[in-house]
């Protein structure tokens, strides 16, 4: 049974368009995903099991079921699919993909530089077939683009056949979006923002901080990303307003 409050943000009900949560699975077991699908199902748009380990995950075949039985979409990390192309095999990663069902695709090019070009090339292609979701920003501290490249390249991609770009920021939150010290890159993002449409985007926000932020900038409705599966449920509250740090982000005028 759920307690009831007023002056509480509507959020959508699932499947959803905007307010989007992507949760980062590093190689959870087979009972941790079942536990966390327990409680966090409800609130978890998709699961990301990160970068390449399913390569060396045992079970994630039935964590794939497990997830897709709650109503949650399942994806590969992009790193597996750069893992993929670097090696010449993208015939054999659509093989894998359709071995799987899995419905959900992230292209990206945040280890291994991808021409753009050819980039959007796989974007185009594998959004023939699936919903395609890509990622902007390198993981590398010296690769830097200008919020214009930024732009540019999202919208790109976007237009390319991407149902989302995601904004790099690693499972850190200290590189692309953000600085060295995980504090928000304003000029980038506020770039972002005002050329790429908000419910377009998914912003890498792995730290409650990060979250607190996009939150009380965007609303409780905005697309959040690389979180924590233990932190599914503290992220719900602070899109609520029911933590700390947002706690008067919703309150009429009369109750603050």
């Avoid at 989007?20 to 959870?28: N, P, R, S």
């Avoid at 099991?49 to 075949?61: A, C, K, R």
């Avoid at 790193?79 to 992230?106: G, N, P, S």
């Amino acid at each position: 049974m759920k307690i009831s409050l007023p002056y509480i943000p509507e959020r959508p009900e699932k499947p959803r368009k905007s307010g989007l949560t992507m949760v980062m699975d590093k190689g959870l077991s087979i009972r941790e995903a079942e536990d966390f699908m327990s409680v966090g199902s409800e609130y978890t748009d998709f699961v990301k099991l990160g970068f390449g380990t399913s390569v060396i995950t045992p079970g994630f075949d039935r964590k794939i079921e497990i997830y897709k039985k709650s109503g949650t979409v399942p994806y590969f990390g992009g790193t597996l699919f750069e893992a993929y192309i670097v090696r010449k095999m993208f015939r054999e990663y659509v093989e894998l993909l359709d071995r799987f069902e899995l419905t959900l695709v992230e292209v990206s090019d945040g280890s291994y530089d991808i021409d753009h070009n050819v980039k959007l090339e796989y974007i185009n292609k594998l959004s023939e077939k699936r919903v395609v979701i890509s990622e902007v920003g390198s993981k590398k501290k010296d690769i830097v683009y200008t919020p214009e490249q930024w732009v540019s390249m999202m919208k790109s991609e976007l237009e390319a056949g991407s149902s989302k770009v995601i904004a790099e920021a690693r499972e850190s939150g200290t590189i692309g979006i953000y600085n060295d010290d995980g504090s928000v890159n304003n000029e980038l993002i506020k770039a972002i923002s005002e050329h790429v449409k908000l419910d377009n985007v998914l912003w890498e926000a792995p730290l409650k901080s990060q979250q607190a932020w996009f939150i009380k900038n965007f609303g409780s409705n905005v697309n959040l990303g690389n979180i924590a599966p233990n932190e599914i449920i503290p992220l719900e509250t602070l899109r609520l307003g029911l933590r700390g740090d947002t706690f008067f982000q919703f309150l009429p005028g009369d109750l603050v």
